[in-house]
């Protein structure tokens, strides 16, 4: 029930942003987190990637997938970390979506206070 409601509310906005993210969980699965926030964040959905590298075409495939689904004119924003290979995927998808700015997260200890 609540996926249903997160995902009306989702289609019924207007102004998203994507977030994703690669890891692995407790089981040690290679995975990736989607979260869309519009502002306020609401968790998406993740897939096990087992065996399928986390190389920029394959995470620009995966992002691409969620955009669709609610429709990429909507989305303003892309955020990821600095790796290569999630700068490689944003490359990929504002290829095909010019209206997608691509972001890399920033967080207070990636600066230096001296």
């Given at each position: 029930?609540?996926?249903?409601?997160?995902?009306?509310?989702?289609?019924?906005?207007?102004?998203?942003?994507?977030?994703?993210?690669?890891?692995?969980?407790?089981?040690?699965?290679?995975?990736?987190?989607?979260?869309?926030t519009k502002p306020e964040p609401r968790f998406f959905d993740f897939i096990i990637t087992k065996t399928n590298r986390h190389n920029a075409e394959?995470?620009?495939?995966?992002?691409?997938?969620?955009?669709?689904?609610?429709?990429?004119?909507?989305?303003?924003?892309?955020?990821?970390d600095k790796a290569a290979n999630m700068r490689g995927a944003f490359r990929l998808l504002t290829e095909k979506f010019n209206n997608i700015?691509?972001?890399?997260?920033?967080?207070p200890t990636a600066f230096s206070m001296e």
């Open positions: 029930m609540m996926q249903s409601e997160i995902k009306a509310d989702l289609k019924n906005s207007n102004n998203l942003h994507l977030q994703c993210e690669g890891g692995s969980n407790l089981r040690n699965e290679s995975i990736v987190n989607f979260v869309i394959y995470l620009s495939n995966q992002m691409h997938n969620v955009l669709e689904k609610y429709g990429p004119e909507k989305f303003l924003v892309i955020i990821g700015v691509p972001l890399g997260y920033c967080s």
